[in-house]
């Protein structure tokens, strides 16, 4: 909740333990086991910021966020607390927040979407599971439409792309370097794998601008964006890359504002041990250089999970307000991974960290902050607030309804198809074959042509033939009975007849070729 314009998150004994808004931007963890309290300790951090005019993203993996928009009722959970902690009298009051409801499937909440060139070739791989190798080719594949002017902004453009360079793959190899058919067609395969995951749906426009959700409602109450990730987070990867992506918008939108008296937006990541699951080398250098630079931007993130182990060391080192609820210490692996957490505290002389983490009851936790000095403070026994907003489930029609009314419904609702890689290389296509029909048909008029001549000359033969054959035949009888009579007998019959012949032949022969000169 929200007192004297600091986050109260909870008391420990009669000490308010709160959480610095000036400090927000030093990130935090919210971890502890399942059923522990992390989700409400979300929650009391969410509606206070809300409150004090920051806007607030929330990955909603269960569900259980969604009923922030409504105002809590009486329940047991929540009265006792209200009244053991004496929190009546600090201004604790019902409320319900604004929200807005997103999700990439465009089922739970408005479309939440974005374009294959935003994402980027690396963050896109993630999400197809593609190795090293196929990994580059993809940046390659971009390389080659963002110099060929080719738009990639849905599925249908990178298949078009991916075909396209295909086909000039000897080409683009030589200018870009080696792209092997078995790489294009893995990544081809994949691309087909995440479009019948969905990819069709969240890969389009309108994409989302996502200084759209720096902003609060009338009363000055910063808007709650939830992403209702509760089928997204059945694809690990596409959930944590997704956020990873929203990450980088943010941090690459954002001008650098140094220190603030509150942050400019509050990102909650539940589920954060997916965000480092499989993460190469090269997108863990990434996420942790955006964790460090992201706060100069003004925005502060927090990360939740059920263990501090589940979180790499280089980012965990970034995180300064530490809410640590149970652990537990079954396994000696647990037992290494609490006291890597116990270690993380400035302790308190009060009380043993490691066995207070193993006994801390519901709704409590361990909590260290950055100080206003920027000092982390001692580590402090807090019983969490109870949230100010319904702690139960929301009914889907209520939903839908919020959904209906909010004012950026009309900018994403719709889909928008423009003329984009696919439309180019289809209508080139086109073109290409338009082109190839003429030729086509130009070189069958011509051959036709070439035909008719051809027959019209054979006709032309037979004709002169049947001629040369009379002519002769009748020259070379003559010439034979002359001859035959001067040589004699059977002999002279015979030289009669085949002079006859072949002296037609060569005498309209001659004539052939002037009759072909003529029709030239
Ligand atoms: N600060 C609190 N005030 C009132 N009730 C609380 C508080 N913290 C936890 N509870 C109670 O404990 C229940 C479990 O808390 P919560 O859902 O936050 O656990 P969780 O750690 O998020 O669990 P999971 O890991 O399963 O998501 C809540 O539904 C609520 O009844
Ligand atoms: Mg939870």
Redesign the pocket.
């Known amino acids: 909740m929200l007192k004297d314009n600091k986050v109260l998150l ?1 008391k420990s004994g009669d000490e308010e333990i709160v959480l610095y808004p000036s400090m927000a931007n030093r990130h935090g963890l919210i971890a ?13 951090l969410a509606e206070a910021f809300s409150k004090m005019g920051v806007p607030v993203f929330l990955a909603d ?2 569900g ?1 966020l969604a009923p922030m928009c409504k105002k809590g009722t009486d ?1 047991e ?2 009265t006792s ?1 209200v009244e053991s902690m004496g929190l009546a009298r600090e201004g604790f009051e019902y409320s319900a927040f604004p929200v807005n409801f997103w999700d990439v499937y465009g089922e739970g909440g408005m479309p939440l979407r974005t374009t294959v060139s935003e994402m980027g070739p690396v963050l896109l791989a993630r999400i197809m599971g593609l190795n090293e190798t196929q990994t580059d080719v993809l940046s390659i594949i971009f390389k080659i439409a963002d110099d060929e002017g080719l738009v990639l902004v849905d599925i249908k453009d990178l298949k078009a792309v991916l075909r396209y360079v295909g086909e000039h793959a000897a080409e683009y190899s030589a200018e870009y370097g080696n792209m092997a058919k078995v790489t294009l067609n893995a990544i081809v395969r994949a691309v087909v794998a995440l479009e019948a995951d969905g990819g069709e749906l969240f890969f389009g426009e309108p994409g989302l601008t996502v200084t759209d959700w720096l902003c609060t409602d009338e009363e000055g109450h910063g808007i709650v964006q939830i992403l209702d990730c509760r089928k997204l987070i059945l694809h690990p990867k596409m959930y944590s890359t997704f956020l990873l992506w929203m990450m980088s918008e943010l941090f690459e939108l954002l001008p650098e504002v140094g220190d603030l008296e509150k942050p400019r937006m509050v990102f909650f990541f ?1 589920e954060a041990h997916m965000l480092f699951e499989s993460a190469s080398k090269a997108l863990m250098e990434k996420i942790v250089q955006v964790v460090k630079l992201i706060r100069s931007k003004g925005v502060g993130i927090f990360f ?1 999970t ?1 263990s501090p182990s589940d979180v790499p060391d280089s980012v965990l080192s970034q995180l300064g307000n530490k809410i640590q ?1 149970a652990l537990r210490a079954y396994t000696p692996k647990e037992q290494k991974a609490v006291k890597a957490a116990a270690d993380s505290f400035r302790t308190n002389p009060d009380f043993d960290t490691y066995r207070m983490l193993t006994e801390l009851g ?3 936790a361990l909590v260290s902050v950055i100080d206003e000095s920027g000092i982390p403070t001692v580590v402090k026994h807090t ?5 100010e907003s319904f ?1 139960g489930t929301l009914d889907e029609t209520e939903r839908l309804s919020i959904i209906n009314n909010c004012v950026l419904n009309e900018k994403y609702m719709t889909p928008e198809d423009r003329f984009s890689a696919y439309e180019y290389l289809a209508r080139r296509e086109q073109e290409a074959g338009e082109e190839a029909r003429k030729e086509q048909e130009a070189l069958l008029a011509s051959k036709k042509k070439e035909k008719e001549i051809a027959a019209r000359d054979k006709a032309k033969r037979k004709a002169a033939k049947n001629v040369a054959n009379t002519a002769g035949g009748t020259i070379g009888r003559e010439l034979g009975k002359t001859l035959g009579a001067a040589l004699g007998g059977r002999f002279g019959k015979t030289l009669g007849g085949n002079l006859g012949a072949s002296f037609g032949r060569g005498l309209f022969g001659t004539l052939f070729d002037a009759t072909e000169k003529e029709s030239d």
């Open positions: 909870g502890g086991a399942t059923g522990t309290g992390k989700t409400v300790t979300l929650k009391v993996v269960k259980d329940n959970n929540v607390r539940d939740i059920q609820h519901t709704g409590k019983k969490i607030c109870p949230p702690m």
